[in-house]
């Protein structure tokens, strides 16, 4: 899933959200951009609620 401009993150791999910040399992910070930050909250829900996109 497209999470900002630069880059692309396979949600089974998120380790923590924040308002600012998606962290991975290797722990590293991915900043999340404003015109991305809706439709990724929607789907991270939905993933963590059906497993799937």
Same mark, same amino acid.
């Given at each position: 899933? /497209?999470?900002? %401009?630069?880059?692309?993150?396979?949600? &089974?791999?998120?380790? &923590?959200?924040?308002?600012?910040?998606?962290?991975? %399992?290797?722990?590293?910070?991915?900043?999340?951009?404003?015109?991305?930050?809706?439709?990724?909250?929607?789907? #991270? /829900? &939905? #993933?963590?609620?059906?497993?799937?996109?």
């Amino acid at each position: 899933m /497209q999470v900002h %401009r630069s880059y692309l993150i396979n949600l &089974d791999f998120v380790y &923590d959200v924040n308002s600012k910040f998606i962290i991975l %399992r290797n722990k590293k910070e991915i900043n999340i951009g404003k015109t991305y930050k809706k439709k990724f909250k929607l789907a #991270y /829900q &939905d #993933y963590l609620l059906n497993g799937s996109l």
